[in-house]
């Protein structure tokens, strides 16, 4: 297995040219906007509009897993948390605490760097912070507002689907996050909740990667993820049947390998002394609305009505 970049890299003013698109020829540029690969030319990877006018109300409770999560590190800090490169060229969005799907995240990835010829050098590889959109749209899409259905993807199923075997075999990312939101139903309520390390350190939530051209400009890349969701462990069980696969350190380069197309057992929900280390903290239903982007939003407060965990278990 490659090694990745070592974290002294992280504050190099080196660029280097990543395949950010498997078989096509990359050539690094500088400027203000995230980077991607194109043929024999340099190419701009575009963020479609983002529909969050339009998701006031985004319905965070549904049968895959809430689609909101705290996103507040920045590219600096997630470079050394991740032993990685900052490749974000100046186009990291900001701290938010309610990410809501088809906005602007940052990932991580890790693919072999390509000269400008477009030959990739197996012996390398190159892990780095990147900006994707929330919601995978396939290679094969006519229209990118797919994504919008496509923010998470089951991990029994994903290596099946048209959408994302492809991204299972060959585009793994991972997605740093504080926590994420979930909702527990309960007499006619929902309370929600944020679920995050007790240790206040990040989470790495296990995606999946896609590119995506205009038909109308080819070289406009549009790069799109989801977030995979597996069964529910221990107490998570009890607020909703699904949670985000969160991947361990130990896990990362083997989820990230670019030369694996088999995650396996990665794929298994997260051991019990990962959920062990985990904060179940009920929070304002000010996090409903996806306009709402605030620190509060991740305070503890009590529930207006009686939860149905017992709360100071889970403090």
């Not at 504080?178 to 007499?187: F, K, L, N, P, T």
């Not at 977030?227 to 350190?249: F, Q």
């Amino acid at each position: 297995m490659v090694p990745p970049v070592p974290a002294s890299a992280a504050s190099s003013s080196a660029r280097f040219v990543i395949d950010f698109d498997p078989g096509t020829v990359t050539v690094a540029r500088t400027g203000p906007r995230a980077n991607g690969a194109g043929h024999g030319g340099a190419v701009t990877v575009v963020m479609v509009p983002s529909l969050r006018t339009r998701l006031l109300y985004w319905s965070c409770h549904d049968d895959a897993m809430c689609g909101r999560y705290a996103s507040t590190r920045d590219p600096a800090t997630l470079a050394v948390d991740f032993d990685a490169v900052d490749a974000t060229d100046g186009a990291a969005p900001g701290a938010h605490y309610n990410v809501a799907p088809t906005t602007p995240v940052l990932s991580v990835v890790t693919r072999h760097p390509r000269d400008p010829q477009g030959a990739p050098d197996p012996d390398r590889s190159v892990r780095s912070i990147r900006v994707m959109r929330w919601g995978l749209v396939p290679h094969w899409a006519k229209d990118p507002a797919v994504g919008s259905r496509l923010i998470n993807a089951r991990t029994e199923t994903a290596a099946d689907k048209p959408a994302f075997r492809d991204a299972v075999a060959r585009r793994r990312c991972l997605l740093p996050a504080d926590g994420w939101y979930e909702w527990q139903r309960g007499g006619g309520h929902k309370q929600p909740f944020f679920i995050t390390r007790a240790d206040g350190a990040g989470l790495a939530l296990a995606g999946l990667w896609s590119t995506w051209r205009r038909p109308d400009d080819p070289a406009a890349l549009l790069v799109t993820c989801a977030v995979l969701t597996t069964e529910a462990v221990g107490p998570l069980a009890e607020i909703h049947d699904r949670m985000p696969l969160i991947l361990p350190t130990a896990a990362w380069q083997a989820w990230l390998d670019p030369d694996s197309d088999d995650p396996g057992g990665l794929l298994a929900p997260p051991p019990e002394n990962l959920i062990h280390g985990l904060e179940l903290r009920p929070v304002s239903t000010a996090v409903n609305h996806v306009r709402q982007d605030g620190p509060e939003l991740v305070h503890r407060v009590e529930p207006e009505q009686p939860a149905l965990l017992d709360l100071d278990q889970l403090r």
